[in-house]
């Protein structure tokens, strides 16, 4: 069988129909994820840095033990002094004081607003403070973990973590709109995590053929000119 360079334009064709909107929407999506520096869309500028002072060493004592195996444990720096974040081999997770070793409450609502209010940097009013269990968790903080999400006039999100009281996210407006366009780019709306699927990878191969077939016509179309070309 010979091909053709008519055949090789027809079949480009139709492959042009197939694979049109994929192409479109990947040039699209990923031009909007790289006009922006990825530290601008993880609201990293909009963090306060960090005014609190490590106290001195001698004055930090160990947490007291409550019987269960320590699988980690880590000294931070949080609303004016030391803290220990204990996270048990048994899946529980505590805060101790540093400086007095006993135990801390449960980040509540007016400590998860104090939180965020102190590392967002920008002058904005607090519109709403709501929690969210492990299992609800908000699609846009990506994470499955107790949290509460301190709302700015913004539209911006913070998380803040409700068992170690540590920030989890910050998810601005323009995050929401770079997770959108990751969707897309993946041809996956739901989660925006699947990156291997049929879809995907099928629109990948056809757009693969495609571009190889237009570049194959670039060396047919020169012989079919030169074949015109003899006859004329």
């Given at each position: 069988m010979t091909f053709k360079h008519r055949n090789f334009f027809t079949w480009h064709i139709w492959l042009g129909w197939l694979i049109g909107v994929p192409l479109i929407l990947w040039t699209a999506s990923g031009l909007f994820m790289v006009v922006r520096p990825i530290e601008e869309v993880r609201g990293e500028h909009l963090r306060?840095?960090?005014?609190?002072?490590?106290?001195?060493?001698?004055?930090?004592?160990?947490?007291?033990?409550?019987?269960?195996?320590?699988?980690?444990a880590r000294l931070i720096s949080q609303g004016g002094s030391m803290v220990w974040i204990?996270?048990?081999?048994?899946?529980?997770?505590?805060?101790?004081?540093?400086?007095?070793?006993?135990?801390?409450?449960?980040?509540?609502?007016d400590a998860a607003r104090l939180a965020a209010d102190n590392l967002y940097k920008p002058a904005e009013k607090i519109e709403s403070v709501r929690y969210f269990s492990a299992k609800n968790s908000p699609a846009d903080l990506r994470r499955e973990k107790a949290s509460w999400q301190v709302q700015f006039a913004d539209g911006t999100n913070v998380y803040i973590d409700a068992l170690t009281g540590e920030t989890l996210a910050v998810r601005t407006r323009l995050w929401r709109a770079f997770d959108f366009m990751w969707g897309l780019h993946i041809m996956d709306l739901q989660t925006r995590e699947d990156t291997h699927h049929p879809i995907l990878i099928g629109s990948a191969?056809?757009?693969?053929?495609?571009?190889?077939?237009?570049?194959?016509?670039?060396?047919t179309r020169r012989r079919k000119r030169r074949g015109d070309r003899a006859i004329a």
């Open positions: 306060a840095e960090a005014q609190d002072k490590a106290m001195a060493y001698e004055n930090i004592i160990m947490f007291v033990n409550n019987g269960d195996a320590v699988k980690n204990v996270r048990y081999a048994g899946g529980a997770t505590a805060r101790y004081d540093a400086v007095t070793g006993k135990a801390m409450a449960r980040i509540n609502k191969i056809l757009a693969l053929f495609g571009s190889i077939l237009g570049f194959v016509m670039l060396f």
